[in-house]
């Protein structure tokens, strides 16, 4: 325990030190998305003033699910495919399921914070904007951000497990691209239900729980996904993606 | 004197994929290092030595054997063997988020080493290695031989009993590559076990009490070094290089005072002609009576040299080949 908090501690005083640029690029997508469909396009009678709360959680949803699988996934690439780091973890007194698990613990931290920085920045750029209606609702946001946190970067460790670096620009193309577009940060699940049976396709991807969880914590005037139905999908794919990242981590650096 | 390291019957075969087919890293090794002793894994690039120090430190899955570190299997308790043992990576693997002070006092850490120990061993290894100038700096500002010494101190953090250094001097100039050495027998003297692995002759010469030569995944022997060179026959070595129409090897080795003949291949070699080494007993008048066999032979003489028996020797006397690269 005492070398998992060590692990730990020192990827925070890293992530302490980079606190700019980790905050540049974590805001920059949200901020100009706000800035063009939250205040431009409404102007212009281009998008319905509400689309503004459907859209806040679910882009919260987005810096969360991009910092955790960055947060794990771009140092584990450059890891595994020289630097070896990682060996010296794996030679400090803990397993290499620990080695692992802290990974993505760190990356929880780090997606968590992404999420809980964006949204009283978004908060801030509607200020006063009409049909903006967010209510957080801390008790219950705690903890839905906590779980999305752990999905994102147990996606980031199965993904920084699989994918050679070489193909790292392709990954955010085919992979993060679609999983963002599809994963209901810019419509509700409820609204779905005009696609039909189509609609469950959604739930094959982590990102429509994540924004489904925050838009129950943050707007609770808009229809969200039945609580159960969404804690389930959150707990099934941070259990899956753990796992499978753990397991493929394990195989990458003991060989 | 007890074993600190026993290695029994050791095999590592990496599993193959659809494009390559399985690589037999390791076939069969066994060999024991003694508390205190500077063992050396001397073979070429790709004879199995680094998977064999890959399988002692946890990092590599044996096939099947056994490895015992101190009392402990390195396979049922890699926790407690990770407490015994430190390793120097082949590889720089410095973590270039953190300064040079901060590398020592975090392993120190995640040794759980407390605060007031940590911070005082640190500071005591940046001065004995050598780095104390550079001790805010980022790792990957230190020169090559710098950042040797830094992950030299960083092994040393939590006190191991087994020191483990994979080719810890490749790449760097024979300055840097000499201080470490001094380094190395400052720590061997206090008492500290060492295994190394090299490619370099001169170093596993220099250093290590004993060595194991190693190549294809198997030892091919295990003494010291002098007492591997004195396994060569004869007292000295001369090297001809003949250019003729029939080979003269068979005509040298009948010469008295020759006990050996050798083919050495060379694979840069486009000159053609016949290597030969000889393993000789140097009496009067044998350069003479070989000089008198080649041009009997109509042949032309294109170098000769009389030279002591090296570890090198005893490599190629063991594999018939110079030491691949």
């Known amino acids: ?255 | 004197m007890t074993a600190i390291l026993s290695v029994q019957d050791l095999i590592k075969t990496y599993p193959g994929t659809r494009k390559s087919p399985p690589v037999e890293a390791v076939r069969g090794i066994s060999f024991e290092v003694e508390a205190g002793e500077f063992f050396g894994l001397l073979g070429p690039n790709g004879a199995g030595k680094s998977t064999t120090l890959g399988c002692i430190t946890t990092l590599v899955r044996p096939t099947s054997g056994r490895i015992v570190v101190d009392g402990v299997d390195v396979v049922r308790d890699p926790m407690a063997v990770k407490r015994r043992i430190a390793v120097v990576p082949q590889a720089r693997n410095l973590d270039r988020d953190l300064t040079v002070r901060e590398v020592l006092t975090f392993h120190g850490r995640y040794f759980g080493l407390p605060r007031a120990e940590r911070e005082a061993r640190a500071d005591r290894l940046l001065h004995e290695l050598q780095v104390a100038e550079k001790a805010g700096a980022k790792p990957l500002t230190l020169s090559g031989g710098m950042q040797q010494r830094l992950m030299i101190a960083r092994a040393l953090m939590h006190d191991p009993k087994v020191l483990l250094l994979d080719e810890p001097t490749t790449g760097l100039d024979p300055q840097a590559r000499r201080l470490l050495w001094d380094t190395l027998r400052g720590l061997h003297r206090r008492g500290l076990t060492l295994i190394l692995t090299t490619h370099y002759m001169e170093e596993a010469d220099r250093l290590c009490e004993r060595l194991a030569i190693i190549d294809h995944g198997r030892i091919l022997t295990i003494d010291t070094p002098a007492a591997l060179k004195r396994t060569l026959p004869g007292g000295q070595i001369l090297d001809v290089w003949v250019r003729g129409k029939t080979p003269v090897a068979p005509r040298l080795g009948a010469l008295p005072g020759v006990l050996r003949v050798e083919k050495v291949e060379r694979a840069e070699d486009e000159e053609g002609g016949e290597r030969l080494r000889l393993f000789v007993d140097p009496g009067d008048g044998l350069l003479d009576r070989v000089l008198q066999t080649v041009r009997a032979e109509g042949a032309d003489l294109r170098h000769v040299s009389l030279t002591a028996p090296s570890l090198e020797d005893v490599y190629i006397h063991l594999t018939g080949k110079e030491l691949r690269e």
């Open chain 1, 1 to 255: 325990m005492t070398t998992l908090m060590a692990l730990l501690r020192r990827d925070l005083l890293v992530a302490a030190r980079n606190a700019p640029l980790l905050l540049m690029s974590g805001l920059t997508q949200p901020v100009l998305v706000v800035l063009v469909f939250g205040n431009v396009l409404p102007r212009l009678h281009l998008v319905a003033p509400e689309f503004r709360t459907v859209m806040l959680p679910g882009l919260m949803a987005i810096s969360m699910l991009m910092a955790g699988v960055q947060g794990v996934l771009m140092p584990l690439m450059t890891d595994l495919a020289g630097s070896r780091e990682v060996d010296e973890r794996l030679l400090a007194p803990v397993t290499v399921f620990g080695v692992a698990a802290e990974k993505v613990a760190a990356g929880t931290i780090h997606a968590a914070l992404a999420g809980l920085v964006t949204l009283p920045a978004m908060m801030l750029l509607m200020h006063g904007v009409i049909g903006a209606e967010v209510h957080p609702r801390w008790a219950v946001m705690l903890p839905l951000v906590a779980l999305s946190g752990v999905v994102s970067a147990a996606l980031g460790l199965t993904l920084g497990t699989h994918v050679q670096p070489r193909f790292s620009g392709l990954l955010f193309a085919v992979v993060i691209g679609p999983l963002m577009l599809f994963g209901c940060a810019y419509y509700p699940w409820a609204s779905l239900i005009a696609l039909g049976p189509v609609r469950y396709a959604f739930l094959l991807n982590p990102l429509t729980f994540m924004s489904e969880a925050m838009r129950l914590a943050v707007t609770p005037d808009v229809p969200h996904m039945p609580v159960p139905l969404l804690l389930a999908g959150l707990l099934a794919f941070g259990a899956l993606f753990t796992i499978v990242g753990t397991r493929s981590f394990d195989k990458r650096t003991i060989l």
